[in-house]
């Protein structure tokens, strides 16, 4: 069992390894668009390899990933008090009259013990002011053409659904699934799944609202719960096809454009039904079966392409995104350099199926094996790094 301290840091660590690996997989946008795994792979060597790259400005940005994720992860810890009471002729109240450690540990217990309707409505609307605000802070950061649509179509003013946005046939990206992986910090219990389904899909669906979209963001967030829970890999993939009916049941529950979610719903189960088929792992008990030279990164171009992409740009849909980073992770281990190496140096969409793998990772592994310099002077280190300390005190049982 690991202790407080360890499991703070991982927390930490899943946060500010997810900025690294998102900016290490964007290049300042060179990487993401190159096509070519081996020319990355060669370019890294030029730069002399992985453990020779400091992850600062102005060379390594963070991508709109981070950004978003940033945006998803602030609206998770919210709250709003600032009048706490009176006693006699004393008003309690701020500046003057803080509270102190004691009681933000005292919210965030009561806090994690139960999520309502009216609190997670409240989240949605951070999350809709968030995701709306955050466009500010994208330029050179190369935000997704459904991302941007639908925080033009979000109405933050609007406090009763200014979340809601209309279903949308090709709102299929990965844009819901690479800002996701906090909610699974959030919600990281077997007995928390039905508020990490909520967040995840109507975190995703802001933007997203497509099935094929939002599951990413259900599939990044789960993902990171099971890492927090020490399940196995190899269970991962089964427990997203578990989930996928709790998911399809949730949002019938909510009505909205059920009849439209419900008709596009077969792909991504399919996607992911095929992939672990391919890999012997639809039970769940056994390892994984790699194709052959599957250590050459021309050969796992074309298998991302051919086999794991649908469009020809693997990662950049909500299906594979997360695919490539959960391959990466079963074929990783605890190396880091060859986890870089198979999730953010490809020839597809590599920050953000960089930004969930690396996630994972730093909820595994910590900073096992990393250098340093990948992530002490990653851009928004700071704000990571209190979000991950504000995520694990929120979880808190």
């Keep these: 069992m690991a202790s407080e301290t360890d499991s703070l840091e991982r927390y930490k660590a899943c946060m500010i390894l997810s900025g690294a690996g998102d900016a290490l997989g964007y290049k300042n946008q060179e990487w993401e668009y190159c096509k070519s795994g081996p020319e990355i792979h060669k370019q890294l060597a030029e730069l002399g390899g992985l453990s020779n790259i400091t992850v600062e400005l102005p060379g390594w940005p963070v991508s709109d990933d981070t950004i978003m994720h940033l945006a998803t992860a602030e609206a998770l810890v919210i709250g709003k008090s600032s009048h706490l009471g009176r006693l006699g002729n004393i008003t309690v109240e701020l500046p003057g009259w ?41 330029k050179g950061r190369k935000p997704g053409p459904t991302s941007i649509l639908g925080c033009k179509q979000m109405s933050p003013d609007n406090p009763l659904n200014g979340w809601h946005i209309p279903f949308n ?54 993902f990171v719960s099971y890492a927090v829970q020490n399940k196995p890999l190899r269970e991962w993939g089964k427990g ?69 992409s649908s469009d020809g740009w693997p990662g950049r849909r ?30 597809g969409d590599s920050d953000s199926t960089g930004v969930i793998a690396a996630a994972c990772f730093g909820v595994l592994y910590g900073y096992k094996g990393v250098p340093a310099c990948n992530y002490e002077k990653l851009e928004y280190r700071a704000r990571l790094v209190i979000l991950g300390e504000q995520l694990y005190h929120k979880s808190r049982p």
């Design 169 to 222: 046939p090709t709102g299929t990206g990965c844009g819901a699934a690479m800002r996701a992986m906090c909610i699974g910090l959030r919600c990281p219990r077997p007995d928390q799944l039905d508020d990490l389904i909520a967040f995840s899909v109507e975190s995703g669906r802001m933007t997203h609202h497509n099935p094929h979209g939002y599951c990413g963001a259900l599939a990044s967030a789960l």
């Design 240 to 308: 997203l096809l578990d989930t996928l009916p709790l998911a399809l049941k949730y949002v019938k529950k909510q009505i909205r454009s059920a009849a439209d979610n419900d008709d596009a719903w077969f792909y991504f189960p399919a996607k992911w039904e095929e992939y672990l088929e391919e890999r012997e792992l639809l039970d769940g008990t056994s390892d994984p079966k790699w194709p052959e030279n599957y250590d050459d990164p021309a050969v796992r171009d074309k298998i991302y392409k051919d086999d794991i």
């Design 318 to 347: 909500g299906h594979d995104a997360p695919m490539i980073a959960y391959d990466a992770l079963l074929a990783a281990g605890d190396n880091w350099e060859e986890l870089c190496s198979r999730s953010m140096f490809h020839g």
């Design 98 to 138: 803080p509270v102190s450690d004691d009681t933000i540990m005292h919210l965030a217990t009561a806090e994690a013990l139960v999520i309502d309707s009216n609190k997670k409505d409240d989240i949605y609307r951070e999350l809709c002011r968030n995701y709306v605000a955050c466009m500010d802070d994208m």
